[in-house]
């Protein structure tokens, strides 16, 4: 059974870090791109990084500089460093295989974690 969990938001001032976490289980990944997204309240979830097979990464524009996304492919982990965090970073994050997981005609999404970016 797949599952994601995804973990370490919290509130933090402007400025801030936060690490998040996200656990795979359930399916080979490896071998898959992986993502972070987040949304907010009434608006469609937003990509923000991808970490690649291979390694590779890229970024929403909005994060780039200050996000970094990695993966430890043994442990089927992967992280999110946010460094110079904006109240605008505001959001439920959550992570995802790319494509994003179907499980019985729907896509499957964990918990998330949520980010508050606030003084």
């Known amino acids: 059974q797949v599952q994601l969990v995804e973990s370490g938001g919290g509130l933090v001032q402007p400025g801030g870090s936060l690490r998040l976490s996200c656990a795979a289980s359930g399916s080979i990944f490896s071998i898959y791109s992986m993502a972070w997204y987040r949304q907010t309240p009434g608006k469609q979830r937003e990509l923000v990084a991808v970490?690649?097979?291979?390694?590779?990464?890229t970024y929403a524009d909005s994060v780039k500089g200050r996000f970094t996304a990695s993966r430890d492919y043994a442990k089927n982990i992967m992280f999110l460093q946010m460094n110079s965090l904006k109240p605008e970073d505001t959001a439920v994050y959550y992570c995802?295989?790319?494509?994003?997981?179907?499980?019985?005609?729907?896509?499957?999404w964990g918990q998330g974690t949520q980010v508050t970016v606030s003084s």
């Open positions: 970490v690649t097979s291979g390694g590779s990464t």
């Open positions: 995802n295989r790319v494509p994003v997981i179907s499980t019985a005609g729907a896509d499957y």
